[in-house]
Each structure stands twice: as C-alpha cells, then as structure tokens.
Nanobody, 117 residues
Framework: QVQLVESGGGLVQPGGSLRLSCAAS??????????MGWYRQAPGKQRELVAV???????NYADSVKGRFTISRDNAKNTVYLQMSSLNSEDTAVYYC?????????WGQGTQVTVSS
C-alpha cells in the first residue's frame, strides 16, 4: 500500500503564496519512476488537474495556473511540491496529491487552500 500525506494548506490573502507538500510512504520502491500530480476540487465543482510531473521531470499545468504555480519533486524525500503564487479566490479548493504506479492510483486526504481577504 501507498500513503500520501499533503500539508501546507491554509488561509492566504489574494496575491499571496503557499507551498504544498505531499509525502509518500509505504510500498514506495522507486519514487522517481512515478508520475505525481496535484488536483483540486472546489465546492460544487468536479476535481480538476492542476499540475503533473512525470518521472523524467517533464511537467504539465492547467491553463488557469500556468505561470503562477510550479510543481517539483524531491525523489530522495519521496515528496512532491506545489509552489503557488499570485493566488486568487478561484484557487480556493481542497488540493489533492495523486500517485500513479503500475496501473494503480493513490490519493492523499487533501489539504484546504482558502484565498480570502
């Protein structure tokens, strides 16, 4: 089994920044080989992809966060990060980390990000 634990969420003012972390544990063999993603779900909306980082380091972003968010990974720590800047109210959501491994998908429990003055 794989466990994912997100952290770093909270309340931030518009224009502010936050860094989310997702630490993987359990049956992690070669973390660097796994695709890791950040998703978010706002109230009343479907969960959507925010950013993904592949095993080779290539990244993809949702158009809504391009230029504002950066996904990265520290394979030695089995951790993926999401650096978020220039936050606005539309970024308010629960953010989830996802790991894809050998056809299986694992999710974290989510961390709340609220952007409000």
């Amino acid at each position: 089994q794989v466990q994912l634990v997100e952290s770093g969420g909270g309340l931030v003012q518009p224009g502010g920044s936050l860094r989310l972390s997702c630490a993987a544990s359990g049956s992690i063999f070669i973390f660097s080989m796994y695709t890791m993603g950040w998703y978010r779900q706002a109230p009343g909306k479907q969960r959507e992809l925010v950013a993904v980082i592949f095993s080779g380091g290539r990244t993809n972003y949702a158009d809504s966060v391009k230029g504002r968010f950066t996904i990265s990974r520290d394979n030695a720590k089995n951790t993926v990060y999401l650096q978020m800047s220039s936050l606005n109210s539309e970024d308010t959501a629960v953010y989830y980390c996802k790991l894809d491994r050998a056809g299986n998908t694992y999710w974290g429990q989510g961390t709340q990000v609220t952007v409000s003055s």
